[in-house]
């Protein structure tokens, strides 16, 4: 899978995807990730992105042109379509459904804001899908950027040692992870639960199981309404 990131600060996006599972996916050659700098393809001397709001106001605008230049040059890097994702607290909210939507496409681009945001006009002509990291407002859509980065590498075919582990994950099966222990089993903060020792993997799977649903009915019961449990699961519970 290949991420094009358009930023004004395109060292930090290499950054964050060069370390942990991310960069191991990269060297892996499971995950390119580019980043492009709009500054490089700004007209004046100044290499101006930004400009005021019609209509006033404070804060700025990023501009058009050298986001258009920017994101051609990106397009035309590689043969492969690019579903272009804008970075903005007024997107659809991401959530693991989606990231694992985005994982199976060949090409995305992230598309970060700064200041007050893109004009309008090529968010309407250019950008396929706004999303948000959460109902809170970040001074660029970099951090973002990187929250789908990782998302979306970690799940890569060969990106974690152990495939499993994703599958085990809070809300890849719609409710929250089981809680996890290591060593020791015995510590002044408490022991490790004894089923957890047992050797029995029907036992511990039965556990982590209610575990699990006790968890997400505790923490996050909006996640039961729109859960169904599996049959080997419903079994499990039933045994
Ligand atoms: N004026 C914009 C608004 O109120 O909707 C906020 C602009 S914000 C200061 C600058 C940039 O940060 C945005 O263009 C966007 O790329 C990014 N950003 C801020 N909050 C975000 C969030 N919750 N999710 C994703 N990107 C965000």
């Known amino acids: 899978m290949r991420i094009d990131v358009v930023s004004l600060f395109p060292d930090f996006v290499r950054q964050c995807a060069a370390v942990g599972v991310v960069g191991r996916a990269q060297q892996r050659e499971l995950l ?14 100044h290499r101006s992105v930004d400009s005021s709001s019609y209509g006033g106001g404070p804060g700025m605008v990023m501009m058009i042109e050298p986001l258009r ?25 991401l959530t693991q459904g989606r990231v694992e939507a985005l994982a199976k496409l060949p090409r995305i681009g992230l598309l970060c804001g700064r200041y007050e945001g893109v004009d309008e006009r ?5 950008v396929d899908e706004e999303l948000s990291i959460g109902d809170y407002v970040l001074s660029g859509g970099e951090l973002a950027a990187a929250v789908i980065i990782d998302a979306v590498g970690r799940l890569q075919d060969g990106a974690l040692n152990d495939a499993q582990s994703a599958e085990q994950d809070s809300f890849s099966d719609g409710l929250l992870d089981c809680p996890h ?55 499990l519970l039933e045994e």
């Open 69 to 93: 230049t920017t994101l051609a040059a990106m397009r035309a890097a590689a043969p492969e379509a690019v579903h272009l994702i804008y970075l903005s607290p007024q997107g659809t909210r």
């Open 181 to 235: 222990y290591g060593k020791p089993v015995h510590h002044a903060l408490g022991d490790v639960p004894e089923v957890l020792l047992s050797g029995d993997h029907a036992a511990i799977a039965r556990w982590r199981l209610k575990q699990s649903l006790g968890r997400t009915w505790l923490r996050r019961p909006d996640l039961l309404s729109q859960c169904w449990l599996d049959a080997e699961s419903r079994a």
């Open 122 to 126: 090529l968010l309407a002509h250019e």
């Open 32 to 45: 390119q990730v580019e980043a492009w700098n709009p500054r490089d393809y700004a007209i004046d001397r």
